[in-house]
């Protein structure tokens, strides 16, 4: 009887080991398809995997287009965000992959987002207001403006006798001025800010010269 007994538990001992063994299956990660949005549109989407032994599998990526993230929730589940800037068009793989981390088994799948370009963004000149001053007293004065994809450039209408206009190369520029003794009056000059695409920005100001 002892005999039997042994040979029975051993035989029960080893089945339920190649059952466990054969229970050791791989992380099955869900598929995500290609994504795609639109520079400075949120991007956001879940990734889901499942494992068949009931362990849950941890989630990672390769690495992430600047600015985006990619959360593991701890529960086989992750969640990716990302919100393009207007410099970021174009096409990224991304690998995003589901790990077992007892029998070390990985799926993945390389997922492409496509980030669609938004068009020309126009240069934005910061509001520069009437100007005036007297007669032979120096006028000077700043201007900047700005650009999300490129160093807007300045131009100006024609300028008063004795005044002159500098840009600056760096999104600002600066009109200087001593008006002489027969200048008095008011002046109309247009300021232009343009991009690299020749969209525009304008402002026409006032400069008021008073009798000295």
Known sequence: ??????????????????????????????????????????????????????????????????????????????????????????????????????????????VTITVIEAGNQLPILTSIGVQSTTENINLNFDITASDIESTPTFTTSVLPTGASFTDNGNGTGTFDWTPDYLQSGTYDITFTATDDSTATDIEVVTITVIEA
């Open 1 to 110: 009887m002892k005999k039997t007994f042994i040979v029975l538990s051993i035989l029960i001992f080893t089945l339920i080991g190649v059952d466990a063994i054969a229970q050791s299956f791989p992380p099955s990660l869900n598929s995500i398809g290609a994504q795609n949005t639109t520079e400075n549109i949120q991007l956001t989407f879940g990734v889901s995997a499942s494992d068949g032994d009931l362990t849950v599998p941890t989630l990672i990526t390769s690495a992430l287009p600047s600015g985006a993230t990619f959360i593991d929730n701890g529960n086989g589940t992750g969640t990716f965000d990302w919100t393009p800037d207007y410099l970021q068009s174009g096409s990224y793989d991304v690998t995003f992959y589901a790990n077992d981390i007892v029998t070390a088994d990985i799926d993945s799948e390389i």
